[in-house]
């Protein structure tokens, strides 16, 4: 059974092969595979939905370039719904590198939406420091925020009329792959009880759960499939929906990999070379059942 | 635009956090005492630690060395503390069996923290001449360029053992994957519960949560702090009872106890 | 000798705590304070770790260590853009700004996109029915991975509500049960720190 056991210790370059050509194809030659929208993403948009025309939204894009796959789209989708709906949005973001991200979305939103700078929305732009930033923001705006991105005084920004705190916002809008999420729901909702929507990185998502159930999130966001619903409740097509399909292809390329490796498994076993094989395909080099013990 | 400013000197909304760190305190309290009148406190063995001394033999006998990863947070996270702790004792049979240890940083407060804490682990094994300069050291801040660090020492260094301790993120499993392709012992442990099943698919030996913050106590086997180990698992017990009665109350139709519980 | 920075971290340590239960706007002023006060250390000790990479990459120029040439590079790189940054700035327009862009961010996106390959080679291996919960775990991950992207839909019109109820319900009891765990955990050990019972932070046992 050397064939089994070749399959088991399969080298990872193949693997990884198999994964460009599933990301590629249907990127390449888009199939539209139907999106289902979840509860969560479905609350997010009733939450931005119910918001009267002129209300104040505090967006921050808290990420970098290297999640952007997941929370451009995103941001795009939820700025392009608020300028649909006449929300005045103040945007941000607490990331350096996410300066040319947030403007960009916004700049995608505006366009496809006609909305106008000063007149829609506001860019602030980049400021460090998370909990020092949002409970400035709840103190005082102006404070933190003398200036907007291009230097234009907050006070002589139309949209920000009488706008100073979270008080003067219908809600916050946190996108984010990191612990930023964390903290504006400590601060934002849990010290200024700010309304607050999140979207985050797929992996991030289960986190948050317990944090819709108590209320203190009035939508959650999560990872491309999120984005991908969200684009679905506009009725756009984006990035999010295209990408769909790739993630589609590659999670079924994982599933044929483990079906294998676990049909190879058992013949090995069954032919009595399950022990030579099995360590050989455990690739950490010990042989050893971790405590984690199911998942070796 | 002023808003009214707030002139309370305590929030009652906190009286339920106030009051669970009480008996917190308490139980600790209760346990120190316990310890030091001679009780026999018994902690049930963790795989993942009794491993460690393992890896650093393995180590030692292949002249290998033991990669320690601290995580990816800055001394503002508690997890951090915990993989500080644990490096210390670490450290200490590092010295004592003669191996070697790299020590890579995210953080320029970690690392001087890091390097003070492995110096005096090598004065206390009694070798202090064989703490080598520079084995704590820093990498970047930056997330992705401080793995591809750690990626690019596994593979040319190959060390016998990795150690991944603290808090992690998007990175986990990049570094375990990289380390279980070396062929190294791993073992890992995270306050980061999203980042546990990469660990767990990716390393021999996993601590789950609330291990990683035992580990230092069940290492240094000194009864105050497994004492601190015992409060925690009464505490456990306590929020596990107020759970159920919460539930029982609110299925009975009193919400009282499940709104105080919420936090404010 | 370690009497004084054990005081300090008692006596932070219970402020900082006692500031969590005191709304007083001057309190909260002195919370804020101090947060920036920590992000000013940051950037000092941002020194501290220019120097140990500086000394850590010399030491291998220096001896011909395997791979010298990478942290010659790492050296050239940490002078080029500390002396542009100085002389021209960080701005987004500045040659740091547009290194940031166009290299750095780049290759940041491609290392967090090697996880798509990672996860698969690591599936691979992991997931395999070695025993009973090895294979409920692999069960649960094959619905997962189908129901949680739209092929699901197309295979069973059942699925995402089945990975639904996985996530809500016994991922999120798990989840809760360790997150409480965790939890008290931190607990414990911010209370050793603050009660100086665990100094290994200060190199003492």
Redesign the interface.
Known sequence: MIWVRKLLAID?RIIFLLVAVGVTVPLLFPVNLPITVTPRVQAAYDAIEALPPGSKVLVSMDYEP??MAELLPMSVAVLRHCFRKHLQVIAMTLYPAGTGLGERALREASKAEGAVRNRDFVWLGYKSGFQVVMIGIGENLRGMYPVDFYGTPLDSIPILR?V??Y?QMAMVINLS??SATDYWIQFAQ?RFHAPLVVGC?A??A??YYPYLS?KQLLGLIGGMKGAAEYERLIDTFGDARRGMDAQSMVHLIIVLLVVVGNAALFISKRSGAGGAAGAGAG????G?P???GA?? | ?T?A???????PA?WN??IG?LF??AF?AVN?IRARSGSNLYVRPI??LEALDEAIGRATEMGRSVLYVPGLS?M?E??T??A??IL??LAQRVAEMGCDLDVP?Y???V???LD??V???YS?AGRPDAFRP?SV?????????Y??AVN?YML??RPAANIYMGSF??ES??L???????????IAGT?K??Q???F???????L???E???A?AYL?K?P??LA??I??DW??AL?AAAVVLALALATAGHTGLTTWL??? | MRRGPLLVTFLTGIAV?AL??????K??AVNSKLLEW?LV??AF??????V??W??HA?KVKNRS??WG?SLVTLVSLLVITTLGIWKGVEEKSPVGQIYNTV?SP??ST??A??AF??A???F??FRARSLEATLLLATAVVMMIGRVSIGEVISHHLPGITEWLLDVPNLAA?RA?????G??????????I?G??Q??????
């Open positions: 990872r290297d999640i009488g100073n705190s008080r792959g990191s849990g990185t992996v991030m289960t986190d108590s690739g950490a080099g010990t050893e971790g405590p984690g998942a070796r | 635009m808003q400013l707030d002139t309370r000197w305590f929030d906190r956090v106030l760190i917190f305190a600790l120190i795989a993942g800055d503002t508690v997890g503390f915990a500080i702790t210390y004792r940083c953080d320029p407060v690392m001087t923290v003070g804490a110096r005096e682990a206390k520079g050291h820093y990498v970047s801040a930056q997330q992705f360029a793995v591809a690019g040319r260094e993120y998007a499993l990049l375990a994957e990289t380390g279980a392709l070396t062929g190294a012992i791993q306050d519960v999203t546990l099943p990469f767990v698919c990716a390393c021999d030996y996993t789950l949560g609330e990683l913050f035992a230092s240094g000194e105050i702090q601190t180990i409060a925690q505490a456990k929020a919420k936090i404010g | 705590a969590f239960f005191i709304p007083n706007y309190a909260q920590t250390v940051y000790a941002l020194i501290l770790g220019s140990s990479l000394n850590s030491r395997p791979g990478f750095n290759l940041a290392m967090f090697l996880l990672v996860i080679s690591a599936a291996r992991a989840k360790i997150a409480i765990g965790v008290l955990g931190a607990v414990s050990t911010a209370l050793k720190i009660l019972i665990e290994s932070y200060l190199g003492k046992s």
